[in-house]
Nanobody, 123 residues
Framework: QVQLVESGGGLVQAGGSLRLSCAASGTYFSINAMGWYRQAPGKQRDLVATITSGGTANYADPVKGRFTISRDNAKNMVFLQMNSLKAEDTAVYYC?????????????????WGQGAQVTVSS
């Protein structure tokens, strides 16, 4: 099993910054892409940013130029630096990992999610 634990959410004024962290632990063959998604009240969960194990990042249009995703493969962590925050960034942010697990000499890939971190931006 794999666990993802997020930290770093909170309340910030518009224009401010926050940094989210997510640590992966457990038993696995490899952690592939990692990323962040967010879900505002009454809305679907949307992609924010993803990053491959090689460091290639991809961003949703609403956050381009303001958010930066990074990862530390040695520590199995992914980060989201959020700058110039807007009220519309308010949401629960979820860490995601695409993980390969070996079982009976067979490799299978699974999706794992963190518990979510609340980010509230006051205008």
């Amino acid at each position: 099993q794999v666990q993802l634990v997020e930290s770093g959410g909170g309340l910030v004024q518009a224009g401010g910054s926050l940094r989210l962290s997510c640590a992966a632990s457990g038993t696995y063959f490899s952690i592939n892409a990692m990323g962040w998604y967010r879900q505002a009240p009454g809305k679907q969960r949307d992609l924010v940013a993803t990053i491959t194990s090689g460091g290639t990042a991809n961003y949703a249009d609403p956050v381009k130029g303001r958010f930066t995703i990074s990862r530390d493969n040695a520590k199995n962590m992914v980060f989201l630096q959020m700058n110039s925050l807007k009220a519309e960034d308010t949401a629960v942010y979820y860490c995601h990992a695409d993980v390969t697990i070996a079982s009976m000499d067979i490799l299978r890939t699974y999706d794992y999610w963190g518990q979510g971190a609340q980010v509230t931006v006051s205008s």
